[in-house]
């Protein structure tokens, strides 16, 4: 019996901290599968059912808890984008989709571990470590989260510098060769004075009057039909928090700026904040 208690509460725990802690990394920009958190309570939910002496009803019961508390836990994060509307409104449906799916095949693996029930000791041995990796997967994913979140904005962060700095020069340098700003927003001309991180071809194609997608961020090229000409170059992270923090914006003077808006016929660089 106690064995019994034991495993429910570790269920319980094992399940909302799984999803708890994935949730978080999702928040914090990490491209986590979202299979891998249904993976785990799933075959939490087995295994405990497999171990367990009595009936599996409380079993199932706390994994399914755990599970949706686990993911109503992240609207609590203050990491969490609040600031993204339309991330959060879609996300009461993500929570019913994943919830069920986990849920049911819970369900599955629960009948099917309690019809092992696991008589052998060295499988039952075997079945109490897989479980306890299982029940200890929210808290080390909680706490290498952090640091691993942190080195992919690094990582987004000098790389668009790298690319933004070359798609500079490459702009500048089209513009010297070819006597006019209009080369300085034709993709594949651009290419051609490029040396930095590479584009995709199909971002080549896109990259003027539009924004491309690389590591992370996003870059784009806008061209000003003025009688001197000019072109502004703008870079800034896909999305508001987990990409990155840094923006970057230069036009055909060389003047930065930390980010780009609409002034009069073109598009102008805003200053950097003090």
Not at 51 to 76: D, E, K
Not at 107 to 115: D, E, H, T
Request: proline letters at 4%; one cysteine or more.
């Amino acid at each position: 019996m106690r064995r019994d208690v034991i495993l429910v509460v570790l269920t319980f725990i094992g399940a909302a901290l799984c999803w708890c802690s994935v949730c978080l990394s999702w928040a914090q920009g990490l491209d986590m599968p979202f299979w891998l958190p249904i993976a785990i309570v799933v075959l939490l939910t087995g295994l405990s059912a497999a171990i367990s002496v009595h009936r599996c009803f409380p079993i199932i019961a706390a994994s399914m808890t755990g599970t949706l508390i686990g993911m109503f836990a992240w609207t609590l994060i203050p990491l969490s984008p609040k600031d993204d509307v339309i991330g959060r409104g879609y996300f009461g449906y993500f929570i019913i989709l994943f919830a069920s799916i986990s849920c049911a095949l819970s369900l599955v693996a629960a009948l099917i571990g309690r019809k092992l029930h696991l008589k052998v000791e060295k499988h039952r041995r075997a079945a109490w470590i897989a479980f306890g990796c299982c029940v200890a997967f929210g808290p080390v994913a909680a706490l290498i989260t952090p640091p691993l979140a942190a080195s992919r904005i690094a990582r987004n962060e000098r790389i668009a510098v790298e690319r933004f700095e070359s798609l500079s020069r490459a702009a500048q340098r089209t513009r010297e060769v070819t006597g006019d700003v209009e080369h300085a927003c034709d993709g594949l001309t651009l290419k051609q004075n490029y040396s930095g991180p590479p584009f995709s071809d199909n971002d080549w194609k896109y990259i003027a009057g539009n924004y491309v997608k690389e590591d992370g961020y996003v870059f784009g090229i806008w061209c000003h039909q003025t009688d001197r000409g000019g072109y502004t170059i703008d870079a800034h992270p896909e999305r508001q928090k987990g990409a990155g923090s840094r923006r970057f914006c230069t036009d055909e003077s060389g003047g930065t700026g930390c980010g780009m808006e609409r002034s009069g016929t073109r598009y102008a660089c805003t200053p950097c904040a003090k």
